[in-house]
């Protein structure tokens, strides 16, 4: 079975930092785009970062840009989202997602999330 687990998030203050990690079991996600999504609460879910499966391309929506580093490490099975200089905005659950292999931009495998909570 496919699980995806993110880990974590948490409070923070404003202008602080937060590493989100996501391991994925089940079959090797090496070869699929990997990418954090958030959702606020009454707001839709909006993709935050996403990665090739090489590594070498990555996406970043435009509100976190310069802030947030997506990151994987196909050895460990993994994606990390290094969150920096934070802000309430940021506030949402984090969820991680996987492609089946070689499909772009379609996600078909989610996590369960993760709650960050921004305080002013």
């Known amino acids: 079975q496919v699980q995806l687990v993110e880990s974590g998030g948490g409070l923070v203050q404003a202008g602080g930092s937060l590493r989100l990690s996501c391991a994925a079991s089940?079959?090797?996600?090496?070869?699929?785009?990997l990418g954090w999504f958030r959702q606020a609460p009454g707001k839709g879910r909006e993709s935050v970062a996403g990665?090739?499966?090489?590594?070498?391309?990555?996406y970043y929506a435009d509100s976190v840009k310069g802030r947030f580093t997506i990151s994987r490490d196909n050895a460990k099975n993994s994606v990390y989202l290094q969150m920096n200089s934070l802000n309430p905005e940021d506030t949402a659950v984090y969820y991680c997602?996987?492609?089946?292999?070689?499909?772009?931009?379609?996600?078909?495998?989610w996590g369960q999330g993760t709650q960050v909570t921004v305080s002013s």
């Open positions: 997602a996987a492609t089946k292999p070689y499909v772009l931009g379609h996600y078909d495998y």
């Open positions: 089940g079959r090797t996600f090496r070869n699929s785009q």
């Open positions: 990665i090739s499966w090489s590594g070498g391309d990555t």
